[in-house]
């Protein structure tokens, strides 16, 4: 099968491009106690809560659950904004700090693409203000200048697993679903990319790593890196290769979509 080079990669930011969800988690922490709100979500409830993508729909969600009158039910739904504004300004702080690194071999991987002239591209249920900080703090101060498109958070109505974001980057590149990759890391993001047809790399994190990834082009526990390499069982998926490289990647692909027309 020859290899067929992509036209773009479209890559997921929370759980893929970094391990974030951490971060996310002590972020609502910390906004429930400065606004004293008597919340706090351990590890074991905030992973059952990720099934729930976007933060203000997670608060939703935890306040649903609550046992509350009506009027206070109503009084909260009315903050919710407010609390996440408040999230956001603990995650964003902690991000550009350069808290969170990037994955294993995504900075690689970007690279690799780039040069074969591959365009990039994000498509993140997260906000911009996230995704700026994220990136500017693990690519440098020039690192939305590599991603043609950006698209995240609110731009869209439904999220994740609806395919919209999905849906919203490959208009704004212009390009095919068939001749595009998308990165993941959970089971909403796989069918998100799914839906909108595009074939799918899975790296899962502790967060989302018991769910099932069938339809997944590729489950890989990271991209890989000379010093990160995958484990040999990764390997031999990648015919022994010990991390994930744009040729590699293109040969796969190109398998999944025997016809020329496609990827
Ligand atoms: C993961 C999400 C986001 C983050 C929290 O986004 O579902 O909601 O958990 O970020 P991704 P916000 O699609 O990048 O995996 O609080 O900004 O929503
Ligand atoms: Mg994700």
């Not at 919340?39 to 997670?58: D, I, N, V």
């Not at 991390?243 to 999944?256: M, T, V």
Request: proline content about 5%; charged content about 25%.
């Amino acid at each position: 099968m020859p290899d067929i080079r992509p036209d773009a990669l479209i890559f997921d930011v929370d759980g893929t491009l970094a391990d974030t969800e951490e971060a996310h988690r002590t972020a609502f922490n910390l906004a429930f106690e400065q606004l004293d709100l008597g919340w706090t979500w351990t590890r074991t409830e905030y992973r059952s809560l990720l099934a729930t993508t976007g933060g203000k729909e997670r608060i939703v969600r935890h306040i649903a659950a609550l046992d509350l009158a009506d009027a206070e039910r109503a009084r909260l739904l009315a903050r919710v904004p407010q609390i996440h504004a408040a999230k956001t300004r603990f995650y964003s702080a902690v991000v550009r700090d350069g808290a969170v690194p990037l994955r294993p071999g995504v900075a690689r991987l970007l690279d690799e693409a780039q040069h074969a002239g591959c365009r990039l591209a994000i498509a993140s249920t997260t906000t911009a203000i996230n995704v700026d900080a994220l990136l500017h703090a693990t690519l440098g101060a020039r690192a939305l200048e590599r991603f043609a498109v950006i698209a995240c958070g609110d731009q869209v109505a439904a999220k994740k697993p609806a395919p919209d974001i999905y849906l919203l980057a490959l208009e704004h590149l212009g390009v095919r679903a068939d001749r595009t990759i998308a990165f993941e890391d959970s089971l909403n993001g796989l069918r998100a990319a799914r839906a909108a047809g595009l074939w799918t790399v899975i790296t899962p994190t502790f967060w989302t790593e018991d769910s099932d990834f069938s339809g997944a082009g590729l489950v890989l526990p990271h991209l890989g890196d000379p010093s990160a390499r995958l484990p040999d069982e990764s390997g031999t998926r990648l015919r022994h290769r010990a991390w994930l490289g744009f040729d590699e990647l293109c040969r796969l692909a190109g398998q999944a979509h025997p016809t020329e027309a496609a990827l």
